[in-house]
């Protein structure tokens, strides 16, 4: 089951509307799903919050170290508090998946991701669960740090929130143990088909009416 739940992300107003801050607006969402704040908890390096559900005490942690240091915070706690590997979720964006889509995951590279590349470091394993959530790619390589860094479009934020909403269905599963079941609700919570668009000059069609109506 997860025990501590870890979004990434960047501390300060000019990074809490980025792409690589989308774990935090995960975590931020869970927090207020279970009416939790979180504080600053300077012996965790992050912002904190914990709660207990069935009688298992649940955590939630914002790495305040910045992204690159971010398993100086994960390994503090999980180490405090006898958290194993696969007790942790990480909640990260992900470039390689389309904004409004996610993937639930054990283990594996960190594929460049520095966040992800200092938890495995700290904690000396890869064994731990993460929530990729698709940011989109640039489409070149050079601008990838100039991508995560800034604002989505207005469509891809929509599209990244309703992911988190919808995601977020997964948490009691997660909590409880059930990781088939949680994989199942998110990898099946696809954001919904656009609408083809309409060929030119071609009028939209009339509003249906029915037998009697007044005009």
Known sequence: MIKLFVGLGNPGTEYEATRHNVGFWWVDALARELKLSLSMDRGYHGLVARTSLHGQTIWLLEPQTF?????????????FFKIAPDEILVIHDELDITPGQAKLKFGGSHAGHNGLRDIHAQLGTDDYWRLRLGIGHPGVKSEVVNWVLKKPAP???????????????????????????ATLLVHTSKPPRPKPPRPEGMAPPPPPTSGGDKP
């Open 67 to 79: 992204m690159n240091l971010s398993g100086k915070s994960v390994a503090a706690l999980a180490r």
């Open 155 to 181: 469509e891809q934020r929509t599209a990244i929130e309703d992911c988190i909403t919808r995601t977020l269905k997964a948490a009691p599963a997660l909590i409880g143990g059930e990781m088939e079941k």
